[in-house]
């Protein structure tokens, strides 16, 4: 029995009642990974989705209702051109092969940012996705891909703006919970906790509006090493935090 097999239930030494609803993750570190075996970078990312995987399955079998992950950011269309390739022909052959899985395991899938600018064929597929696990009471999943959190906030004024020239928004009525319905995310609690693996200290403009009192957990630890003895760690860690909302 591997390390790992022994956590399929809840460790006892979590609290239930204080596990967060909501946990981030910025997957950083599949490159290095893939270089650290001799290979290539990319081998990092496809052992990143079995990674991603587990941890899914583990919020689940754990009870925390919500995992979002940054997949792909604004920013990463500047990598080298076979690198992108790469990652959005993985993503594509991803839900190809896991959307029926997921799907029989109550997952309810949600894609999060400029998701027009993204080949056909893989918009295709998050259509599909997203219809087919729309019902699902299970945990939600969602997945940051070509997503920035400034264009996000900026699409919210827009749509917002939109709303006050048609007469459908009164500019009075605007405040947090309404400028929160306009982001990609409405629906979905904001997250309590946001793990970075590989060890930057950044937050790499994922989610700053829903970040605003997440706790932050950072780890050395490179995404396809982040199993569940790591995110274990991560929540006891989370649950030391004294959470005050700005309160004393
Ligand atoms: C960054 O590592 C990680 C990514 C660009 C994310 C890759 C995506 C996945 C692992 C999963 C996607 C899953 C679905 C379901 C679509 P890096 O290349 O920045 O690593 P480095 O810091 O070592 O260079």
């Known amino acids: 029995m591997s390390k ?8 006892t030494n979590l609290d239930r009642s204080k596990l967060p609803r909501h946990v981030a993750v910025i997957m ?3 490159g290095r990974w893939g270089k650290k075996q001799g290979l290539a970078r990319v081998v990092g990312h496809r052992q990143g989705v079995d990674t991603l995987k587990d941890l899914l399955r583990c919020c689940r079998d754990w009870g925390i ?6 997949a792909f950011s604004t920013e990463n269309w500047g990598r080298p051109l076979e690198e992108v390739d790469f990652l959005m022909a993985l993503f594509e052959g991803v839900l190809r092969r896991e959307l029926a899985e997921m799907n029989a395991e109550q997952v309810r899938i949600k894609f999060v940012g ?10 295709d597929e998050i259509i599909k996705a997203e219809a087919t696990t729309s019902k699902n009471q299970g945990i939600q999943f969602t997945i940051a891909t070509n997503y920035g959190s400034r264009q996000e906030i900026v699409q919210a004024c827009k749509s917002i703006a939109e709303g006050v020239k048609n007469g459908s928004i009164d500019p009075a009525e605007i405040d947090e919970k309404l400028f929160g319905q306009h982001l990609y995310t409405h629906g979905t609690p904001d997250p309590d906790l ?18 605003a009192y997440a706790e932050i957990y950072v780890t ?24 005050r909302f700005g309160k004393v």
């Open 4 to 11: 790992t097999d022994s956590l399929l239930e809840l460790p």
């Open 65 to 70: 209702p919500a995992l979002t992950a940054y």
């Open 194 to 211: 946001l793990i970075r693996t590989s060890g930057e200290m950044r937050i790499s403009n994922f989610l700053l509006w829903q970040l």
């Open 220 to 243: 050395d630890t490179l995404w396809p090493n982040f199993d569940r003895q790591a995110f274990h760690e991560a929540l006891l860690d989370y649950q030391q935090r004294h959470r």
């Open 28 to 30: 950083d570190g599949n």
């Open 114 to 123: 400029k998701l027009d600018a993204l080949p056909p064929a893989l918009q």
